[in-house]
């Protein structure tokens, strides 16, 4: 798009021209406009997109990992944690059990 712009600019410097062919530069002009505007609310839509993302990141660094790897060391801590758990509460059954019997 940039060099567009450019050729147009030096098309049009300096240089005298007809009516048709000020038609044609303006025509061109105005869709280089056209196009600029849709690329530019297109960046600013991924740009919105790539800063929630961000923050979603961010949020989930503190409280949950991101790569697949860290969340399966995670998942396997937590797992490794409700085996413990279980284990006391069956310990602890186990005690009732013997008291009781």
């Known amino acids: 798009m940039c060099e567009h712009i450019e050729l147009l600019i030096h098309k049009i410097g300096g240089k005298k021209y007809t009516s048709k062919e000020l038609h044609?530069?303006?025509e061109e002009f105005s869709k280089l406009q056209r196009e600029f505007d849709k690329k530019s609310s297109e960046v600013a839509n991924l740009d919105e997109f790539a800063q929630k993302v961000n923050q979603i990141i961010r949020d989930r660094v503190t409280s949950t990992p991101v790569t697949a790897a860290d969340r399966l060391a995670h998942i396997q801590g937590l797992l490794k944690r409700v085996n413990e758990i279980l284990?006391?509460?069956?310990?602890g059954v186990q005690k009732l059990d013997k008291k009781w019997a």
Do not use: A, L, Y
């Open 24 to 26: 044609s530069i303006t």
């Open 87 to 91: 284990k006391k509460e069956e310990e």
